[in-house]
């Protein structure tokens, strides 16, 4: 299993060296399906880069002949802005998206997307919300599932509290907890079975 993403998949602030995609391996090991956990979470990287590397990062992790399967979670730095503008066009952000999970099909392993989380910056949701529903629009035009995490955990006053106290974006275990929390009960039923179709947290 290869987590891929940005900050807030590979844990930053999370003093428990865990973060949500740490949480979730732990409960697949709980709940009877143990897996090989692969972290490939990069610190303020963005979509483009994260189409351009994650082929050679995944393919030597999940051999061929195994149950190989992707966690994705981009998008809190493609929206933010840079010089007046956001780093990704909205519209590159989704063609990137699509170009990595198109790819991963290739591949013949299963993906399940997460939503980028809120932060501090009400304008910053407001344009992580417009780039959630596109990013709904897409995995569900190529039926594959996608957790809507962004709305709960605006509305989640641990995981508010919990980035409030810290840089505004990353929060320590108590909010990784609730994020996990969040994702828990759609993972579990993804790990038992990758085609039961599509799922949302709304």
């Given amino acids: 299993m290869c987590f891929l993403g940005e900050s807030l998949v590979a844990g930053i602030g999370d003093r428990q060296c865990l ?29 483009t880069e994260l189409r351009a590397r994650w082929e050679a990062e995944c393919t030597p992790r999940l051999p061929a002949g195994a149950d190989c399967r992707v966690v994705i979670s981009t998008g809190v730095n493609d929206t933010q802005f840079e010089n007046g503008r956001a780093r990704v066009d909205p519209a590159v952000s989704i063609e990137n998206l699509t170009a990595i999970l198109r790819g991963v099909r290739e591949k013949g392993w299963p993906a399940l997307v997460v939503a980028p989380p809120p ?3 009400e304008d910053h949701n407001r344009r992580l919300l417009a780039l959630d529903a596109g990013f709904a629009e897409l995995c569900d035009a190529l039926e594959m599932p996608y957790l809507r995490a962004h709305q ?9 509290r919990e980035v409030a106290a810290t840089d ?7 909010g990784y907890d609730e994020f996990a929390a969040l994702l828990a009960p759609h993972w579990l039923r993804w790990l038992a079975d990758p085609d ?4 949302a947290v709304r």
Avoid: C, F, K, T
């Fill in 19 to 47: 973060g949500w995609a740490g949480r979730l391996a732990v409960r697949a090991i709980a709940a009877g399906q143990p897996l090989s956990y692969y972290n490939l979470g990069v610190r303020r990287e963005n979509s």
């Fill in 119 to 121: 932060n501090v910056d």
């Fill in 152 to 160: 709960p955990l605006r509305e989640n006053p641990i995981w508010m």
């Fill in 168 to 174: 505004g974006y990353h929060p320590d275990a108590p």
């Fill in 196 to 199: 039961s179709g599509p799922a």
